[in-house]
């Protein structure tokens, strides 16, 4: 299917992006000189997006000013200013930006180069299927990552649907950082802080989340170290 409307999350702090976030959000900060909100809204335009909602929160002015002129795709601010909502609470409050139909929703930590003839975020469009699917879940393989140290966030199953790792020592896939996400699954939330956990969870309850494998090799850029090793695998002039 066609989406044309997506949400970058980009109102963390950035914590564990110290001191490169001591100026700036996370969001500001560069790899291979080009910020990550930056390669966030480069991969949407790349998959047809039209129209971006970003939300802010820390140092939001620098992130609204640096995004702002963007027109591939058009630029919407969702305004967090006075609360940072984590991710789900973003979502809802985002929501009346979001509109009715399928979107992508980004973490703007998340960096790769495509791999396939496809785009991954192409692929994710082609893949949902909105009769059985409220979310689906851009997935990347233990062994073809770097920034992530967790163990595995779901089991795929067959059919593409997800189940959690639970009490299980490790799970083969962690969650990329991207999605495709059906915005039913907001409806009746309350804006308050939460975490889109919440809302996987009760898809969940209905085998309602499903994962694609990405083809291409994952970096999360979450912290100044993966920031290093991911410029070293881009090949970055020093």
Known sequence: MKIT???????GRGTRMRPLTDDRCKAMVEVCGKTLIDWTLDKFAKAGVERAVVNVHHYADALEAHIRDRTAPRVVISDERETLLETGGGLVKA?????????????SDSVWIDEGEESEL????????????????????????LGYGGKGDFLLHEDGRLERRGTRDSAPYAYAGVQVLHPR???????????????????????????????????HVGDPGAREEAETRLGCPS
Do not use: I
């Open 5 to 11: 409307t997506a949400m970058a999350m980009a109102a």
């Open 185 to 219: 699954l907001l409806e009746g939330e309350p804006e308050e802080v939460f975490s889109t956990n919440r809302l996987w969870d009760k898809a969940l309850q209905g085998s309602r989340v499903f994962g694609l494998p990405m083809e291409s090799y994952w970096m």
């Open 122 to 145: 192409s692929r994710l469009a082609a893949a949902f299927d909105p009769e059985v699917m409220d979310c689906l879940l851009l997935l990347a393989p233990l062994a073809r990552q």
């Open 95 to 107: 929501a009346p930006l979001l509109g009715a139909d399928p979107v992508f929703v980004a973490n």
